[in-house]
């Protein structure tokens, strides 16, 4: 795992530097805290920072040039079939230098141009100089498991791993794209490939960009297919992720350094951690994190029981508020963008734990999104199941027997009035309408109420004949899962220059899981059907049938306890007031209703303060 960073200036010609490359990697030095590189010719420079895990030997440096030197590459990821890709270009002639998967990618475009992309099962984000054709190609992999940012100015374009080594090379202070703040409260995270921050993008998942001859061709080589095939039977899929996810895990044990597993107890992380027994591995180590703060937030004794049942070197950890808080402003700064996720901090502590035993460690990260793991994709589904009832059966006798049931009946009666498109708009939303209230007039006038669902409703058009829980999984897949979730996952993790890899989404299985039937995707309210039949199995039955937890925080009592004080600091300041974006006055309503218990507000108050800290670390 690494960091790369590159400029290629194909408008004007103008010369890169190597203090521009090294500016641009020193920001990202936590992510390959191994070696450095720096390649220049011209108009064009690449730069690398390395965290050795296959062949860590000098002979792995990058940029790699081929051996006719025509080729530069700079690539963060891993591709888990260099093996097997290695061995066909050898007996089609090829001589390798190294053992590594680098290597492999340079022999693979030299042949296939940008369709070597296809050849590739893994997480990548990399870019090729053609000195042959004075061309570049970057790529990143087809779900977004490794980050990639794009700026573009007068001179042309730079390419970095994360946006504040953009920001070095862009030479001026981060100013903040004022109409993504709706998105950002209305989400938790932006979308799509815009960021919060004013002239640099994402490089979307599953696409690459090349520039030849000054023209620049954008084009997305992969998508979730969806196929219209019969159904094979329960056992059929069953038997196929029992056998893809098994796959994907040998294949995520290749290393040349120590690796372990993130292991919170329940049915994702757990199942990596049988298969990898299954497979032979032997002092496995596993690692869990745990607030102290009751049942509700403490998974630890799911973790322990497979750590006893599978015979791992297991390590805990139990988190504490001062942690929690303390790491904050640093949380924004690895991030580089705002991503109001209060299980962020929750990932460092582990990933830090993990790091002083292990380089590498494997993460049940896109089994929800896969296989249909959510709560609320139930909840949707029968709403869905709802509407289907005569208008005037629903309207006039089973509505008002409803609403007598209480708050979260009342609202799921009034989702059901809204078609699919309206009522998810991800995982991670919340009341659009109390969001609202915190506007200042410039801001909301600024904002449309249309904006969040104008930004989504591309990724809705595109499965409009699939069955409403798919359509919500695509949607998780094309936004939460690549800008939050993997975001996370990879800053976090990263931070502490530890590898993450994650079996669920290897691309065959999510190719698979994508054509699962609906009526195998949620079985008698059971979310993960498949998948939970699949590891039965191999699973203690605690496991497979216990609820999701996720990384649980006690955020709300957090919020009126021991950051209490520092959310006040944070939002009820004169310069959070002088930006402009909110009404000071009902920030403080907010704040004064969470504090005695009238309302949970601590979503809101979260994304608020990472939005703060992040215009202090970046944007002041």
Same mark, same amino acid.
């Given at each position: 795992?690494?960091?790369?960073? *590159?400029?290629?200036?194909?408008?004007?010609?103008?010369?890169?530097?190597?203090?521009?490359?090294?500016?641009?990697?020193?920001?990202?030095?936590?992510?390959?805290?191994?070696?450095?590189?720096?390649?220049?010719?011209?108009?064009?420079?690449?730069?690398?920072?390395?965290?050795?895990?296959?062949?860590?030997?000098?002979?792995?440096?990058?940029?790699?040039?081929?051996?006719?030197?025509? !080729?530069?590459?700079?690539?963060?990821?891993?591709?888990?079939?260099?093996?097997? !890709?290695?061995?066909?270009?050898?007996?089609?002639?090829?001589?390798?230098?190294?053992?590594?998967?680098?290597?492999?990618?340079?022999?693979?475009?030299?042949?296939?141009?940008?369709?070597?992309?296809?050849?590739?099962?893994?997480?990548?984000?990399?870019?090729? #100089?053609?000195?042959?054709?004075?061309?570049?190609?970057?790529?990143?992999?087809?779900?977004?498991?490794?980050?990639?940012?794009?700026?573009?100015?007068?001179?042309?374009?730079?390419?970095?791993?994360?946006?504040?080594?953009?920001?070095?090379?862009?030479?001026?202070?981060?100013?903040?794209?004022?109409?993504?703040? @709706?998105? =950002?409260?209305?989400?938790?995270? /932006?979308?799509?490939?815009?960021?919060?921050?004013?002239?640099?993008?994402?490089?979307?998942?599953?696409?690459?960009?090349?520039?030849?001859?000054?023209?620049?061709?954008?084009?997305? =080589? #992969?998508?979730?297919?969806?196929?219209?095939?019969?159904?094979?039977?329960?056992?059929? =899929?069953?038997? &196929?992720?029992?056998?893809?996810?098994?796959?994907?895990?040998?294949?995520?044990?290749?290393?040349?350094?120590?690796?372990?597993?993130?292991?919170?107890?329940?049915?994702?992380?757990?199942?990596?951690?049988?298969?990898?027994?299954?497979? *032979?591995?032997? @002092?496995?180590? /596993?690692?869990?994190?745990?607030?102290?703060?009751?049942?509700?937030?403490?998974?630890?004794?799911?973790?322990?029981?497979?750590?006893?049942?599978?015979?791992?070197?297991?390590?805990?950890?139990?988190?504490?508020?001062?942690?929690?808080?303390?790491?904050?402003?640093?949380?924004?700064?690895?991030?580089?963008?705002?991503?109001?996720?209060?299980?962020?901090?929750?990932?460092?502590?582990?990933?830090?734990?993990?790091?002083?035993?292990? /380089?590498?460690?494997?993460?049940?990260?896109?089994?929800?999104?896969?296989?249909?793991?959510?709560?609320?994709?139930?909840?949707?589904?029968?709403?869905?199941?709802?509407?289907?009832?005569?208008?005037? !059966?629903?309207? &006039?006798?089973?509505?008002?027997?409803? &609403?007598?049931?209480?708050?979260?009946?009342?609202?799921?009666?009034?989702?059901?009035?809204?078609?699919?498109?309206?009522?998810?708009?991800?995982?991670?939303?919340?009341?659009? $309408?109390?969001? &609202?209230?915190?506007?200042?007039?410039?801001?909301?006038?600024?904002?449309?109420?249309?904006?969040?669902?104008?930004?989504?409703?591309?990724? =809705?058009?595109?499965?409009?004949?699939?069955?409403?829980?798919?359509?919500?999984?695509?949607? @998780?897949?094309?936004?939460?899962?690549?800008?939050?979730?993997?975001?996370?996952? @990879?800053?976090?993790?990263?931070?502490?220059?530890?590898?993450?890899?994650?079996?669920?989404?290897?691309?065959?299985?999510?190719?698979? $899981?994508?054509?699962?039937?609906?009526?195998?995707?949620?079985?008698?309210?059971?979310?993960?059907?498949?998948?939970?039949?699949?590891?039965?199995?191999?699973?203690?039955?605690?496991?497979?049938?216990?609820?999701?937890?996720?990384?649980?925080?006690?955020?709300?009592?957090?919020?009126?306890?021991?950051?209490?004080?520092?959310?006040?600091?944070?939002?009820?300041?004169?310069?959070?007031?002088?930006?402009?974006?909110?009404?000071?006055?009902?920030?403080?309503?907010?704040?004064?209703?969470?504090?005695?218990?009238?309302?949970?507000?601590?979503?809101?108050?979260?994304?608020?303060?990472?939005?703060?800290?992040?215009?202090?670390?970046?944007?002041?």
């Amino acid at each position: 795992m690494c960091a790369i960073a *590159g400029v290629f200036r194909f408008k004007s010609g103008r010369p890169v530097t190597r203090d521009e490359i090294l500016s641009m990697c020193s920001v990202m030095a936590h992510r390959g805290p191994d070696d450095e590189g720096v390649f220049l010719d011209g108009a064009v420079g690449l730069g690398h920072r390395r965290l050795s895990v296959i062949d860590p030997s000098p002979r792995g440096h990058q940029p790699m040039l081929d051996a006719s030197e025509d !080729l530069v590459i700079s690539f963060n990821g891993e591709v888990y079939n260099h093996v097997e !890709l290695r061995r066909s270009l050898a007996e089609d002639g090829v001589r390798f230098r190294s053992d590594t998967d680098t290597e492999v990618i340079l022999e693979l475009y030299r042949r296939h141009g940008a369709d070597c992309v296809h050849h590739l099962i893994g997480m990548f984000a990399f870019a090729i #100089w053609d000195r042959r054709d004075r061309s570049i190609l970057i790529v990143r992999d087809r779900l977004g498991i490794k980050p990639l940012y794009i700026a573009e100015n007068a001179d042309g374009i730079a390419v970095a791993s994360e946006a504040k080594a953009l920001l070095e090379i862009l030479g001026r202070p981060c100013q903040v794209d004022r109409p993504m703040l @709706d998105l =950002y409260m209305s989400l938790g995270y /932006t979308p799509a490939s815009a960021t919060l921050i004013s002239g640099i993008a994402r490089l979307e998942p599953g696409h690459y960009l090349q520039i030849r001859n000054g023209s620049t061709h954008l084009v997305r =080589y #992969w998508d979730i297919p969806y196929r219209r095939e019969q159904n094979r039977g329960a056992r059929h =899929y069953q038997e &196929r992720v029992e056998e893809l996810l098994r796959e994907a895990v040998r294949l995520r044990l290749r290393s040349d350094v120590p690796l372990g597993v993130l292991l919170s107890g329940g049915i994702d992380s757990s199942a990596i951690v049988a298969l990898m027994r299954s497979l *032979g591995v032997c @002092d496995l180590k /596993t690692f869990s994190v745990a607030w102290d703060a009751g049942d509700e937030y403490d998974e630890s004794r799911f973790a322990r029981l497979v750590a006893e049942r599978f015979d791992t070197d297991h390590q805990q950890h139990f988190i504490t508020s001062d942690e929690y808080l303390g790491f904050l402003p640093r949380y924004v700064h690895y991030m580089d963008e705002p991503v109001a996720d209060p299980a962020a901090p929750t990932l460092h502590q582990i990933a830090r734990v993990a790091r002083q035993s292990v /380089t590498v460690a494997l993460s049940g990260e896109g089994s929800d999104e896969a296989f249909t793991g959510y709560p609320i994709y139930f909840y949707m589904k029968a709403i869905e199941q709802y509407r289907r009832l005569p208008g005037s !059966l629903r309207q &006039r006798g089973l509505a008002p027997l409803l &609403r007598l049931l209480g708050d979260k009946a009342r609202r799921y009666v009034a989702l059901s009035e809204l078609p699919i498109e309206r009522r998810y708009l991800g995982v991670s939303f919340y009341d659009l $309408a109390f969001k &609202r209230s915190l506007y200042s007039r410039e801001l909301a006038e600024a904002c449309s109420p249309e904006g969040v669902y104008e930004a989504l409703a591309p990724y =809705y058009a595109e499965t409009t004949e699939q069955p409403v829980e798919a359509r919500m999984q695509h949607l @998780d897949f094309k936004t939460w899962l690549p800008n939050d979730l993997l975001a996370k996952a @990879d800053r976090m993790s990263m931070a502490c220059s530890l590898e993450l890899r994650v079996p669920f989404l290897d691309h065959r299985l999510v190719e698979l $899981a994508a054509n699962i039937p609906s009526r195998h995707r949620i079985v008698r309210g059971q979310t993960k059907h498949t998948l939970k039949k699949a590891m039965q199995s191999i699973l203690p039955k605690e496991i497979v049938h216990r609820p999701k937890m996720g990384f649980p925080t006690p955020l709300p009592a957090l919020l009126r306890g021991p950051m209490r004080d520092h959310a006040r600091d944070l939002l009820d300041a004169d310069r959070l007031e002088k930006r402009g974006y909110f009404d000071r006055r009902r920030i403080r309503t907010m704040l004064d209703q969470h504090e005695t218990g009238a309302y949970d507000h601590h979503r809101a108050i979260w994304q608020l303060m990472v939005l703060e800290e992040w215009h202090r670390c970046f944007a002041d």
